[in-house]
């Protein structure tokens, strides 16, 4: 509540007969400069002035930013929403169910534990692609998904009754980040506060990195830790500095051929070599009026992969078209443009807005591109496809030593109809094997005409079908195609342009090839509904592009098994196939364990490489199959023109297909309907489950604070390079066997079929510190030492609590380094921490007792995620790494100089000492340097003085 209001700001907006409350910006001196996202910041300052937390000293220096500075004055932002997803989102209803526990033994009221701020939770990443292919292969994910989540979701029923202000949209529903711009979002909020109904922008943090899509609609919003999301539910602003902001100017149009998909791809390559990690990004000029709010949806989507906080487009009458067709009444667009208009944020293209740096793309010089193998803003012209791959490919190969280059290594037509693949069961690892000896044949004749040049990387197998066909599946070959993931199939041109392309394909005689596996997961069903009109559903299907769900899928490893002959094909003979998939993450190990490439594409070129079923490709030279007349195919004869997707998106979508879908969007199927949910302000744990356990976060807490120690003794974890990702860090996909997660799971009674994946047992901290850096994918340079110099990957480390210091689980060394009071630390290079906004992966640091990570540079949310779990973020000094300063890994570390927190001081450096230990090379010396504090802001410190954010909110609470 705003106790302050210094430069009386407050006013009253009149829209139709409604009086709103509302704290004009043009309060403030300096605002005409501001871009649109700092004067969203300035309301909010406005709004929630307190004189102590917010005050009118950050209000002027933000009234009279300058552009050109580096961020150096810290705010309060507080949001008006959070929004959530369900992998993320389990683990904070847990910790706030664990927080009503502990704020009554601490001697507070279990009830004040509410959210503050309106929270959402999307349901959407649980459900699997164990069925594709098929017509029920929709209802059966949804049977196996309720079957494996009954537990999460009964809790997450008790917890839309508990917790007040707490919405959750149920499963089989949509994609978080859809469901937000098509019926979440409000653009301007209006909620009634201390008896006045008050207007003011909506914006919202969630638990998901890519929650910046809806700074496609003017919605101030990004992708915060778990444990971030949670302190602003309890009315906690985010700290955060002043940014700088990118002027990103758009000018001419889309040509045709090129796809949203192109643009975002192009966008995310520039601005990755821009730099922009820790910035704004706001798209202005005379072009933002021709680009559709579902492009700039798109675009916004990939902020994460550019590496900005937010990626904004402000309001214009295009936003207000996107209200009405998604189903707004009309007195809410009319606040929308009243109130945007008279707070100056209504978009002025003449306008040239000042910004701290400046970048422009001409949108008419695109042209089509992919993404790959391994990271989004690799972008490959569509053009250079195949070239670039016979390059990367030479990298993720294993080529036998009596391999030759085999002429036409990939199959291009295929001889009959394949039968729809059906797959009810789910092994823990995605993979079935299935021991044949034709699989191990090297070279051998296809039944299947085979095109395409020789290349170095050659290795064709041959595989026999189920029905008896075969084809020889080699390296680089599509195992997977994907038309998936928020990024696109909120995007009607995209999606419809996919369509196109399956029913021009089907006209002319074009098949999938048996190898690939296809899957179709709309973001909402309003796409299902576009489809069934304009009947392109059928011609989806037509090419195996079955609905296997309404949820993340692909994008978070939810993709299922491959085919069962194609994955024994692919392990047994160690082959590095692809998956190509519309999404935004494309991490490695991250997609399939089967798949070691993975490519974003746009769904329309999804469907033209299951067609072609390999990347070693080129759309321009080589045909995609033949008709009946047996002429040749190519992709240009079936991409659609842009007259032609938009008459269907004018016939196929309208207003009433949103307002039918989002009328009943809380209640849920039968299914849901029927959970039996338990009741009361606390929740009754079951000690036998699985899925959700009582967080450990608060055990043994008093309301006095520990004071902050030294790290003495320290052994190193994990000696890591450059990209280590939130994905190598934090437990996803599925749970492999053998592994500590499977091991434990198996002494609870949990049988391999019903392992699940680790994002649906993320209320389980046992499962979760389980699998905290095992990823297939992870490199840790300190065990190579005992594999003669050889880089294995997996989620291996040394034990130095044994005497030779042998090879182990990171989990198993973790509780032993535990057991005996010694702490931890990590080595990193550059980029440590990119990737999803995932709170595990801090959770999971410090729960295997690292008190340090030590790194040359961090991604800003796990920078900000480590501190809220009391991990204390360093980095090495510029321009050193652990590698240029002769550390391996084998030391025991020391840090001194953290101690200075206990008086209020942020130190900027800390002094570590790293000395040689019995495991060490002999002759190796002890190191010395300081090494930079990433505790950036007071709040940050006063979270890591707590212990952490949760104690912080909890102790304040109390």
Known sequence: MSTVNSFGAKSTLTVGSTDYEIYRIDAVE???????????????????????????EQISALGSWDAAAEPSTEIQFTPARVVMQDFTGVPCIVDLATMREAVTALGGDANKINPLSPAEMVIDHSVIADLFGTENALERNVEIEYERNGERYQFLRWGQTAFQDFKVVPPGTGIVHQVNIEHLAKVVYDREVNGVLRAYPDTCVGTDSHTTMVNGLGVLGWGV??????????????????PRVVGFKLTGDIPAGVTATDVVLTITDMLRKHGVVGKFVEFYGEGVASVPLANRATIGNMSPEFGSTAAMFPIDDVTLDYLRLTGRDEQTVALVEAYAKEQHLWHDPSRELVFSEYMELDLSTVVPSIAGPKRPQDRILLSEAKSQFEKDIVSYASIPEDSVEVEGTFPASDPGTTPGVEREHMPSNGVSHQHDEEHTHQHVESTLVASGAPHIASKPVKVTTPEGESYLLDNGAVTLAAITSCTNTSNPSVMIAAGLLARKAREKGLKRKPWVKTTLGPGSKVVTDYYEKSGLDKDLEGLGFYTVGYGCTICIGNSGPLIDEVSAAINENDLAVTAVLSGNRNFEGRISPDVKMNYLASPPLVVAYALAGSMNFDFETDPLGTDADGNDVFLKDVWPSPDEVQEIIDSSISRDQFIKQYATVFDGDERW??????????????????????????????????????????????????????DHISPAGSIKAGTPAAQYLMEHGVAQRDFNSYGSRRGNHEVMIRGTFANIRLKNALVKAVNDGQQIEGGFTRDFTQPEGPQAYIYDASQNYQAQDIPLVIFGGKEYGSGSSRDWAAKGTRLLGVKAVITESFERIHRSNLIGMGVVPLQFPAGESWESLGLDGTEIVSIHGLEQLNEGITPKTVRVTAEPSEHSPAGKQTIEFDAVVRIDTPGEADYYRNGGILQYVLRSLV
């Not at 830790?225 to 002043?242: D, F, K, N, T, Y």
């Not at 744990?685 to 120690?709: C, I």
């Open 30 to 56: 300096g605002y005409e400069s501001l871009p649109f996202s700092l004067k969203i910041l300035l309301e909010n300052l406005l709004r929630t002035e307190d004189g102590a937390n917010i005050t009118k």
């Open 225 to 242: 830790g778990g444990i971030e999301a949670e302190a602003a539910m309890l009315g906690q602003p985010v700290s955060m500095l002043i």
């Open 673 to 726: 309907k029927n959970l039996p949910t338990p009741s009361g302000p606390v929740f009754e744990w079951d000690e036998n489950s699985t899925y959700v356990r009582k967080a450990p976060y608060f055990d043994g807490m008093t309301m006095e604070l520990t004071p902050v120690t030294d790290i003495t003794g320290a052994r190193v974890l994990a000696t890591l390079g450059d990209s280590v990702t939130t």
